[in-house]
């Protein structure tokens, strides 16, 4: 005979395998399989060229021109930041006031004409070999954040493209999800809530910190000169 306790515990097993059965085995392990979003559209070397050894960092271009200032500042700290963790060279801000000075241009439109001597005005007052330029190409700041941009990596000495990148990060996407709670957990940041996903939705500059590192982090990376 089976007592109250005995059918309690068969009817739960049994509602258990029932919710596996419907949901599938693949369901339940989805979020331990989820891939998180990489950057692949990337050109350039294989490795960092010797010869660049100071980059000229330009401050961010809104190709949208619709962002007001205070996002766009907002995109320039976060930018600022991210060039400085992947430590391939030594990384000279450029201010939007320095080039307003240099050049009467407060950014630099990597797809645009440039002011004739550009590249040695900017070598000659920075010391740099490289420019670093960046173009916000897409950015919704409401709802889940989408930002787009473009990123090169130029030669001073001859104007070429060394590197560029060309990405979109939509916070809507699982895949850009999922890189983001890894991005936060490294950074180990005191927990802001229980979805740190929604707590960088919240500040576009943020999600764009994690944007530009994510990029800038495949730059390609420095071979240590050897001792001749």
Do not use: C
């Not at 420019?131 to 950015?139: H, M, N, R, S």
């Amino acid at each position: 005979m089976i007592g109250p306790r005995s059918f309690t515990l068969r009817a739960a097993v049994l509602l258990a395998l029932a919710s596996v059965a419907i949901a599938g085995p693949r369901d339940a392990f989805v979020p331990a399989l989820l891939p998180a979003f990489a950057p692949a559209n990337l050109q350039g070397p294989l490795v960092w060229p010797e010869e660049i050894d100071r980059v000229a960092v330009l401050p961010t271009h809104d190709a949208t021109a619709r962002l007001p200032e205070r996002p766009l500042a907002g995109f320039d700290r976060a930018w600022r930041s991210a060039v400085q963790i992947p430590q391939r060279a030594e990384m000279v801000d450029v201010s939007r006031q320095q080039l307003s000075k240099w050049f009467r241009l407060r950014s630099f439109d990597s797809t645009s004409a440039l002011p004739a001597g550009w590249a040695t005005k900017l070598a000659d007052n920075t010391g740099a070999q490289a420019a670093l330029f960046i173009d916000l190409t897409t950015v919704e700041l409401y709802g889940p954040t989408i930002l787009g941009f473009r990123v090169k990596l130029v030669n001073l000495a001859d104007n070429a493209i060394i590197w560029m990148a060309d990405e979109t990060y939509d916070a809507a996407d699982a895949t850009v999800a999922e890189a983001v709670r890894r991005y936060v957990k490294r950074l180990k940041e005191p927990s802001r809530g229980s979805d740190p996903v929604s707590a960088f939705n919240q500040s576009p500059s943020r999600f764009a910190g994690f944007a530009f590192t994510q990029t800038l982090d495949r730059l390609p990376p420095r071979i240590a000169k050897k001792e001749p």
